[in-house]
Antibody, heavy 126, light 107 residues
Framework: EEQLVQSGAEVRKPGESLKISCKATGYNFLNYWIGWVRQMPGKGLEWMGIIYPADSDTRYGPSFQGLVTISADESISTAYLQWSSLEASDTAVYYCASLSGHYDSSGSFYGYFDLWGRGTPVTVSP | EIVMTQSPGTLSVSPGERATLSCRAS??????LAWYQQRPGQAPRLLIY???TRATGIPARFSGSGSGPEFTLTISSLQSEDFAVYYC?????????FGLGTKVEIK
């Protein structure tokens, strides 16, 4: 069964670092883009960024560029989202999701999130 | 950045009735649009991709239509489990963007 298993809830203080994980099982992790989506309390979904594990090609949403790092370890089929210095505004649920889609003739990828993890709640509070 | 505007913000519908949700893009594109359902306390679930293709396991009462800039998600006969928040998302150009969602509530 295809599944994304996310790491558990985290509580941190402002200024601390954090790395959360998302382990893929039941499908070929290398050959599917995988991404992260933020949901702040009571709010909608925000696309953070995606990574292609086979070559680590990574794209970030402009609101998240430089603020988070997305990475992947193909040896353990796991994607990561990390912060070097958290802020209170990072309090949210973070979902990982794998993508399906298509490529155009120039090699650009057009994808939608078709398999979701259950989410990792992150609380940042003094 | 393409802005996705969903309407209405909240839709009150009785069980068994039809629900029509709209999603308008700030720029026109063909069909690179997905719809997701999020029930309270759960992760989102893919319903529709490529504007009109149902994802695996999605009941036939869910249908998507339209092309840029206007897209529609229709739920033909609402069941109790369909009361949720629905999001559209464009994947036509970077950065991919979500709408703010439409909450479908019991009337």
């Amino acid at each position: 069964e295809e599944q994304l298993v996310q790491s558990g809830a985290e509580v941190r203080k402002p200024g601390e670092s954090l790395k959360i994980s998302c382990k893929a099982t039941g499908y070929n992790f290398l050959n599917y883009w995988i991404g992260w989506v933020r949901q702040m309390p009571g709010k909608g979904l925000e696309w953070m960024g995606i990574i292609y594990p086979a070559d680590s090609d990574t794209r970030y949403g402009p609101s998240f560029q430089g603020l988070v790092t997305i990475s992947a370890d193909e040896s353990i089929s796991t994607a990561y989202l990390q912060w070097s210095s958290l802020e209170a505004s990072d309090t949210a649920v973070y979902y990982c999701a794998s993508l399906s889609g298509h490529y155009d003739s120039s090699g650009s990828f057009y994808g939608y999130f078709d398999l979701w993890g259950r989410g990792t709640p992150v609380t940042v509070s003094p | 950045e393409i802005v996705m505007t969903q309407s209405p913000g909240t839709l009150s519908v009785s069980p068994g009735e039809r629900a029509t949700l709209s999603c308008r893009a700030s720029q026109s594109f063909s069909s690179n649009l997905a719809w997701y359902q999020q029930r309270p306390g759960q992760a989102p679930r893919l319903l529709i991709y490529d504007a009109s293709t149902r994802a695996t396991g999605i009941p036939a009462r869910f249908s998507g239509s339209g092309s840029g800039p206007e897209f529609t998600l229709t739920i033909s006969s609402l069941q109790s489990e369909d009361f949720a928040v629905y999001y559209c998302q464009q994947y036509n150009s970077w950065p991919w963007t979500f709408g703010l969602g439409t909450k479908v509530e019991i009337k």
